[in-house]
């Protein structure tokens, strides 16, 4: 039975983690560490963890960790690493000379190069405590596989920022001036000064794309060059922006205003191909676009048609959607107006001894069984506890998910968190906080979100958490469980409770994650795939309508569900589609008649 939730402002007010006498607690992120919040708790996750990492013991004689080192690491975190372990550096090995090395090492440290497969954790059969990357991207590392075999993933998230916006500013200057066409045409015998006039940076506007670490240091940078900087990131802190001179734009503004452009926003499934044909078309002519971010977040032959077209007067990529791409036939490679780099925003000296650093000092933790900040994966709860929570698990971080992907450009300030549960104070939250908030912050951040860094995560990007719970009655551990955001704005206004949050809330049955409401009405949805939702008047024959014009772009239905509640007759309906919904198609499901409003989640759930 769902108990309502306490007003928040009631919340906010306890002392983070204090249970109160009306049984519900808070953990309102004010402390500097996650050990702060539970501290007779956490001891006992610390122990599991521990556990977990140190299951085994060293495998050399004198008792100290191997550590394999498979590609080029900064000697400053080699020096470091050999004080506490021995190193053993192998470059270039096989993916079999991989498997048969990996059984003697305790650890292993990698960049991108160095494939960790599921094949890689099972070779090692549970002696494999640590992968530390050196480096951000932890895209080549099974993270499944190696939690499944209790191996603790780490990296280096800060390291290589500068040098990463140091690119991007190179790049820039590059593109506006044509540095790479003019030396090809020198190194050619040829002296064509005429060809390769360039433009000015000196008050052009320049649109940072993702104004996270790296396009905070790029619009610093060109701020310097005398440009003007405007940023879209609908999640970004207008204090930090207001602080470096960068004024928060929507992201139609920031296509209609710029002249270059600098794109800095994770690869994330709300990120991707986001430069399409729209995008292009909505630039101003002439446009500059830099990448230092992620290929895939433009649509390659987008951006080949809008080079055709003049629209985009150059473009400079130094990452690509397959790496190495493919250089057959790529529609960008080797253009005249287009100039490339090898994924090369990470590569300088200092950069890469950081991360060697930064990495060295994560794996040496974790190996001495302490808590990294820099985990990407952590089994710190204990077995019997993650088997009952499991369902609850995807669960949460779809109600996050779901939450976040419903917030407006201006994004949202705080998180509330309701469990209505049986156990009453002595559920333990943190696996299912964690979990929204890894739904939350995977929308829009590179960060891997888990147990150890969630809290970490949230409060360094300001954002508050509150949590109640409710004492519920039933058999299962979780009756029900809620998320509300504290947003300016929706983009599916019915999604807006009557306290004006955006509003979610779900449930599990029969193993299964369901989302039963969303703000004011109750829906039925299985918490998987991608959702089409309308607000609709109760009248005959949308149903109908909406799903021809699906049809009309072979866009498969798996479920259909219309909302119980009829507020002032209207309706919310969900349809479950199996791929995605093109933006001409959401604009003509939004003009049908009777339907008053639409939104589509994306892949919720597994
Ligand atoms: N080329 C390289 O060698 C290299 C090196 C480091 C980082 N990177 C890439 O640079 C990018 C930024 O890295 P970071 O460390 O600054 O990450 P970050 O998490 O600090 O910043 C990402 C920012 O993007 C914002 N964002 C999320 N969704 C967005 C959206 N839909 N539209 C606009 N902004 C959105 C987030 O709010 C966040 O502020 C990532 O793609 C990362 O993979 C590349
Ligand atoms: O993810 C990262 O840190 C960057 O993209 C750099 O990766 P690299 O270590 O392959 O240079």
Redesign the pocket.
């Known amino acids: 039975m769902l108990v309502s939730a306490p007003r928040l402002s009631r919340l906010q007010s306890s002392f983070p983690g204090t249970p109160t006498p009306t049984g519900m607690h808070s953990a309102a992120l004010t402390r500097p560490r996650i050990s702060g919040i539970y501290p007779a708790r956490n001891q006992v996750a610390k122990r599991v963890f521990r556990k977990t990492i140190m299951s085994a013991g060293a495998k050399s004689p004198d008792g100290r960790p191997v550590v394999l080192i498979t590609e080029k690491l900064g000697d400053p975190g080699v020096e470091m690493l050999k004080q506490s372990a021995n190193v053993v550096v192998a470059l270039g090995l096989s993916a079999a000379e991989l498997n048969e090395k990996i059984k003697g090492a305790d650890a292993l440290i990698v960049r991108s190069a160095t494939k960790v497969t599921r094949e890689v954790f099972e070779a090692a059969n549970g002696g494999l405590k640590v992968v530390g990357r050196a480096?951000?991207?932890v895209d080549n590392v099974d993270l499944g596989a190696a939690t499944e075999y209790g191996c603790l993933v780490v990296n280096a998230?800060t390291a290589?920022?500068v040098?990463?916006a140091e690119?991007g500013i190179a790049l820039l200057c590059a593109l506006a001036r044509n540095v790479s066409q003019a030396d090809a045409s020198m190194r050619a015998g040829k002296w064509e000064r005429g060809k390769y006039v360039g433009v000015s940076l000196v008050d052009k506007t320049l649109a940072i794309?993702?104004?996270?670490?790296?396009?905070?240091e790029v619009g610093r940078r060109a701020k310097g060059l005398g440009m003007e900087v405007i940023a879209?990131?609908?999640?970004?802190s207008e204090d930090k922006a207001r602080a470096l001179g960068v004024q928060l734009v929507t992201?139609d503004e920031a296509l209609a205003k710029a002249d270059f452009f600098s794109l800095?926003?994770?690869?994330?499934p709300?990120?991707k191909k986001?430069f399409n044909d729209d995008a292009f078309a909505k630039m101003k002519k002439g446009a500059r676009i830099v990448n230092?971010?992620?290929g895939g977040?433009i649509d390659d032959d987008a951006l080949a048609r809008a080079l055709d077209a003049g629209v985009v007067a150059a473009a400079a990529l130094?990452?690509f959607e397959e790496e190495p791409p493919k250089w057959e036939g790529h529609p960008l490679i080797g253009r005249p107006n287009v100039i490339t780099t090898p994924?090369?925003?990470?590569?300088t000296q200092e950069a890469q001894e950081g991360v060697a650093i930064e990495v060295v000092e994560a794996v040496v933790e974790a190996l001495a069984g302490k808590l990294s900040a820099n985990a990407v994966n952590a089994p710190m709860v204990a077995p019997e506890v993650l088997r009952e929570l499991q369902p609850y698990v995807v669960l949460a971080e779809g109600l996050g998910k779901a939450a976040v992907q419903l917030v407006a450009d201006q994004g949202f300030a705080d998180i509330n968190v309701t469990y209505s549960s049986p156990r009453g104070d002595d559920l333990d939250t943190r696996l299912l906080r964690a979990m929204v908030i890894k739904g939350i912050l995977e929308?829009?951040?590179?960060?891997t979100v888990n147990l150890v860094n969630a809290d970490l995560l949230a409060k360094s990007r300001g954002l508050r958490i509150s949590e109640v719970t409710v004492r519920s009655e039933g058999e299962s551990v979780l009756s029900s469980m809620s998320v509300s955001l504290g947003a300016g704005k929706s983009r599916f206004s019915a999604a807006v409770d009557k306290t004006g949050r955006i509003y979610v809330e779900g449930t599990v049955r029969n193993g299964r994650p369901y989302l039963t409401k969303i703000g004011g009405f109750d829906v039925d949805l299985s918490v998987e795939g991608s959702i089409l939702l309308c607000r609709q008047r109760d009248q005959p024959g949308i149903v109908g309508t909406i799903g021809m014009l699906l049809a009309r772009d072979n866009v498969n239905i798996n479920f259909m569900t219309v909302g119980r509640t009829a507020r002032n007759e209207e309706a919310v309906m969900a349809i479950g589609v199996d791929s995605e919904v093109p933006a001409d198609t959401l604009m003509a499901i939004g003009m049908v008649k009777g339907v008053l409003e639409s939104t589509l989640f994306k892949e919720l759930g597994a």
């Open positions: 480096g951000v991207g998230p290589n920022t040098a990463a690119h794309m993702g104004f996270g670490k790296v396009g905070s879209y990131d609908p999640y970004a992201f800095h926003m994770p690869m994330t709300g990120t986001m230092v971010a992620r977040v130094d990452v994924h090369l925003g990470a590569s929308e829009i951040t590179t960060s």
